[in-house]
Every structure is written in structure tokens, then in C-alpha cells.
């Protein structure tokens, strides 16, 4: 098999790997079926901090695997993981055995998280395509989006037979995303040599050394509270409004359609990555801050609005970060990045909860609004500031690359 063949197999294998990975179709009946568990608001975002730490705990050591040993056993791991995690979270009668059901489903997270999305930018370099990178990125998510809308549909109706259906059919998804997975192969590479804590060392270096990087850090610290959270905010939203759950499904095929169309058609039209993370971010805000103004069913269309942030947050954060990080330390500096925005989460997310319980759906939306609006502006100010202050040098042993347009 010669080096081109190799690649391109790889590309093939990727949508088809994040096609199945991404294709948990329990998001519309999650919250109902917590609640149905016995859960409070508060419980539950406990139950989501508890996944946030168990990321944070395994985020470095599973992305050293990746770059240290292998990819591909990387992503393979996920997807494993992330099948125990569900069958857990079916048979689990407490709340105890839930929390350990989330952090099996973190530990599952982190294995995947930045392996995938490093081989494809890997693979796409040494073919010379590296700048195909969001196209390709955002075609895969569509694709992704687009088999979760249907997933949603059929999940609501399978939750009013039988709630545990929908979960049982994330965890076949997965393990086929499993055994996919097997058909990627490693791309020839420069792999770090130093010992692990050495590895891990140099890649905290890395970030702290380059403005653009630790920017980076800053903005997955407000976007991995902020944008984590609106997920379970929707279905307080839609009880305020008095939706019954027979609809969240349709809703959540919506979503995904805003969702697929901006990952397909808009990730690859913007070369200016900080800006594009930037108005993310307010269209984020203007999303919890709107919706408490207009307290009505249709103002679900302006919820939707989230949907163009999951849709192009991850390939423009990666897409910026992996022009500018070596080989080897890649999968590690990304798993930096979220291991800072699952910290952010952790700490953060029990408020949200809390503020559900105590003040309603409309207060926790006002609050959330104002502190993404307000982190953003003073993120762009920060950037302002460093660029001002000195020219960016990126020492040259780490051979960073600058992004133009940034």
C-alpha cells in the first residue's frame, strides 16, 4: 500500500468513524430520562461534573497515548469506553452507579478527543492538502448532524414505548464506531521522544510560550462552560414554554439541520479563525440573553441559533491550533485545551443546577447570557493586548507555524 493510498483511506474511514461516534440519539429524552431516574436539576449537573473531572484526570494521559504511542489505539479506546459507559448508564439504579457510568463516558471521551481529528490533519499534510482540513472537518460533522436529526425523531418515539431503546442503539453505534475505527493507519510521523512527564511538560510549555495558544485556553475556559451548558437548558426552557416531550425530538431534528448545514457550508469559508471563535461566542450569548426577553414556544427558533456554534466551534478551534503545533506534541496540546474547558465545566456546571432548582429556567438564562457576553468582549480585548504588546515569536524548536489572518 503506498503512502497516498494509505492516507486517503484514512480520510474515507474518518466520516464514517465520526459518523457512527457521534450518533448517541439519547440527547432528546436525556433530561426526561434522568428525571424519570429521580434525579433533581442539581443531581444531574453534579452527574455532568463528574464526567467534566474524570476528562480532566484522564485528558493528558490519553493524549500522550495518542501522540506517544498510537492513534489509532487511541480512538479505538473511545469508542470502547464510551459502549461500557451507556450499558452502565441503562442498568444503573442510583446515583451512584450513574456518576460511575459518566466517568467511564469521560475517560471514553478522552481517548477520542483530539486522536481523530490529529491523524485526519496529519493525513491531509502529507498529501498536501492540509488547507482541506475544515472542509473535510465540517463535511464529517454535517454528516454527523444529519444522523442525529433522524436519531432524535426516532429516539422520542422509541422513548414513549421503552426509555432504555434509545440507549441501547447509542451503544451498538458505538461499538460499530469501534471496529471502524480498525481500519485507520497510523501516518508516519515524528514521534516525542522524551520520557511522559517530560512530553507532558514541554506541550504545558508550548501553551503558556504562545500567545495564540494560551488565548486559546482562555476561550475553552468560557466556551466549555458556556456552550456545554445549553444542552441541558433546553428542556427547562421548553417546560417554561409548555412543550411536551413527544416534541423535543422533532426539535432536536431542527437543531441538527441548523446544526449540518452550518458545519457543511460555512467552516470552510472564513480564514480569519479568532474572529469566527469570537462571534461564536456572542451568537452564543445573544442565544441564552434573547430567549429570556421572549419567553414563547417560537422562541425555540432563536435557541436554534446555538446550533451554528456547534457546528463550527470545534473544526475553527482545531483548525487553529493545528497550524501552529508540531506533530508530536498536537494530540497532547489539544487535549490541554479541553482538558481546560472540561475543568471550567466541572467547577462550574453544579451552578447551573442549583440556579434551576432555586430561580427557575428564565433567571439561569440571564446570568448565563451575561457572563458569555462579558468573557468574550474581554477576550477580544486580551488578544488586542497581545498583539500590541510584542510581535509573536515561536521559539524554533517547536517549529509552530503562524496562522495568517489572525
Same mark, same amino acid.
Not at 114 to 140: C, P, V
Not at 293 to 302: C, D, E, Q, S
Given at each position: ?16 468513524y ?9 440527547g ?12 433533581? #436539576? ?6 455532568q ?6 476528562v ?13 504511542i498510537?492513534r ?10 464510551? $459502549?461500557?459507559?451507556?450499558?452502565? #448508564?441503562v442498568?444503573a439504579?442510583?446515583? #451512584?452507579?450513574?456518576? &460511575? ?15 481523530? /481529528? ?13 488547507d482541506?482540513?475544515t472542509?473535510?472537518?465540517? @463535511? ?12 432524535? &425523531? ?34 508516519? @510521523? ?12 514541554r ?17 475553552a475556559?468560557?466556551? $466549555? ?17 409548555h ?5 423535543? $425530538? ?8 441548523v ?15 479568532? @474572529? ?22 417560537w ?21 487553529? &491550533?493545528?497550524?501552529q503545533?508540531?506533530?508530536?506534541? @498536537? ?13 471550567? #465545566? ?11 432548582d ?9 446570568w448565563?447570557? /451575561?457572563? /458569555? ?31 495568517t $489572518?489572525?
Amino acid at each position: 500500500m503506498n503512502e497516498s493510498h494509505k492516507y486517503i483511506q484514512n480520510i474515507r474511514c474518518y466520516t464514517a468513524y465520526r459518523l457512527f461516534w457521534g450518533l448517541l440519539i439519547i440527547g432528546p429524552i436525556l433530561m426526561p430520562y434522568l428525571l424519570l431516574k429521580g434525579l433533581s #436539576y442539581s443531581e444531574i449537573m453534579i452527574l455532568q461534573s463528574v464526567a467534566a473531572i474524570s476528562v480532566v484526570l484522564f485528558e493528558v494521559p490519553t493524549g500522550t497515548i495518542a501522540d506517544k504511542i498510537s492513534r489509532k489505539l487511541s480512538i479505538f479506546l473511545g469508542a470502547v469506553c464510551m $459502549g461500557i459507559a451507556l450499558t452502565v #448508564y441503562v442498568l444503573a439504579d442510583s446515583f #451512584y452507579a450513574l456518576a &460511575i457510568a459518566e466517568a467511564i463516558f469521560g475517560l471514553g471521551m478522552t481517548f477520542g478527543s483530539g486522536a481523530d /481529528t490529529a491523524l485526519l490533519h496529519e493525513s491531509l499534510d502529507r498529501m498536501g492538502r492540509k488547507d482541506d482540513y475544515t472542509r473535510i472537518e465540517g @463535511r464529517a460533522i454535517a454528516v454527523v448532524f444529519a444522523g442525529q436529526g433522524i436519531g432524535a &425523531i426516532v429516539s422520542s418515539i422509541l422513548y414513549t414505548y421503552n426509555p432504555n431503546l434509545p440507549f441501547w442503539i447509542s451503544v451498538a453505534n458505538m461499538f460499530i464506531a469501534a471496529l471502524i475505527s480498525l481500519g485507520f493507519v497510523e501516518t508516519e @510521523r515524528q514521534k516525542s521522544e522524551h520520557q511522559y512527564h517530560i512530553h507532558v511538560l514541554r506541550s504545558v510549555n508550548i501553551v503558556f510560550k504562545t500567545p495564540r495558544i494560551l488565548w486559546t485556553v482562555l476561550l475553552a475556559v468560557l466556551m $466549555g462552560f458556556a456552550f456545554r451548558s445549553c444542552f441541558w437548558l433546553y428542556e427547562p426552557f421548553f417546560k417554561t414554554v409548555h412543550i411536551e416531550v413527544v416534541w423535543y $425530538g422533532t426539535i432536536f431534528f431542527f437543531f441538527n439541520v441548523v446544526a449540518a448545514l452550518s458545519a457543511k457550508f460555512l467552516n470552510h469559508r472564513f480564514n480569519s479563525y479568532r @474572529r469566527v471563535l469570537l462571534c461564536l461566542g456572542i451568537i452564543l450569548a445573544a442565544s441564552y440573553l434573547l430567549p429570556a426577553l421572549f419567553v414563547y414556544p417560537w422562541a425555540i427558533g432563536i435557541i436554534a441559533s446555538q446550533q451554528i456554534v456547534r457546528g463550527m466551534y470545534r473544526p475553527t478551534l482545531n483548525a487553529y &491550533i493545528n497550524r501552529q503545533i508540531d506533530d508530536q506534541y @498536537r494530540a497532547t496540546v489539544i487535549s490541554i485545551v479541553s482538558l481546560s474547558a472540561n475543568l471550567s #465545566y466541572a467547577c462550574l456546571a453544579p451552578l447551573v443546577g442549583t440556579s434551576l432548582d432555586t430561580w427557575g429556567a428564565i433567571p439561569t438564562y440571564v446570568w448565563m447570557g /451575561t457572563v /458569555t457576553l462579558g468573557g468574550i468582549l474581554l477576550l477580544g480585548l486580551l488578544r488586542k493586548a497581545q498583539r500590541l504588546r510584542q510581535p509573536i515569536e515561536i521559539p524554533s524548536e517547536e517549529g509552530l507555524r503562524l496562522e495568517t $489572518g489572525t
